[in-house]
């Protein structure tokens, strides 16, 4: 069926290390990837893309893998820090389409 | 920087009342989304617009409608506002197949 979904529902990591959020996505035709963050009473922001035709893309403290062939996605953010406390979901666009399906997301506690 | 902007951040109405969402975005984007967001069920798509005047139906369009008269702003309709219909709404913008930008949010609570 259509889904995208998290492993983790919550990820709690120390203050400094390396944080890594993965997703599942269900249709092989997508064809372009989204990472959003959401903090608390706010709308999603933009972190990072990556097209199907890469499997790897870096941003500042944040890179996103694409496994194509397990049609899985992960987001690693490089030592992470108390601003990087929020909600994370991926989504998955749908090739030729305006479609996209968005996970559901997984809460990330940065511990001091 | 990308600018989607909407109505009212929080909103209080009356089960039976007709509510109006307002998004408003300045990067002359052609597609524009309204989204309901819910815990535990992700985004879900209730309309989309990839041109003035055009629309097309997302995931759950049931008890909504729309409105694209400009190009920079997309109204979301509640005819008939019903208690579960109370939930987080995200309006979102892209140019044509690329990332979508979300605005605040208005958090709608039907009494």
């Known amino acids: 069926g259509e889904s995208v979904g998290l492993h983790l529902p919550t990820l709690s990591v120390q203050e400094g290390d390396n944080s890594i959020i993965n997703c599942a996505y269900s249709?092989?035709?997508?064809?372009?990837f989204i990472w959003y963050k959401q903090e608390s009473g706010k709308g999603p922001q933009f972190i990072i893309d990556i097209r199907s035709n890469m499997d790897k893309r870096q941003g500042q403290r944040v890179t996103v893998l694409l496994n194509k062939t397990v049609k899985h996605l992960s987001l690693q953010i490089a030592a992470t820090q108390p601003g990087d406390s929020a909600v994370y979901f991926c989504?998955?666009?749908?090739?030729?389409?305006?479609?996209?399906?968005f996970g559901t997301g997984t809460r990330l506690k940065v511990l001091a | 920087d990308v600018k989607v902007t909407q109505s009212s951040r929080y909103l209080v109405k009356r089960t039976g009342e007709k509510v109006f969402l307002e998004c408003v975005q300045d990067m002359d984007h052609e597609n524009m989304f309204w989204y309901r967001q819910d815990p535990g069920l992700g985004l879900r798509l209730i309309y989309f617009s990839y041109d003035v005047k055009m629309k097309e139906k997302g995931d759950i369009p049931e008890g909504y409608s729309v409105s694209r008269e400009k190009k920079e702003r997309f109204s979301l309709i509640l005819e008939s506002a019903s208690t579960n219909q109370t939930s987080m709404y995200l309006c979102?913008?892209?140019?044509?197949?690329?990332?979508?930008?979300f605005g605040p949010g208005t958090r709608l609570t039907v009494l």
């Open positions: 989504a998955e666009k749908w090739k030729g389409t305006y479609k996209y399906i």
């Open positions: 979102a913008s892209s140019p044509s197949s690329d990332t979508q930008y």
């Open positions: 249709n092989s035709a997508s064809d372009y």
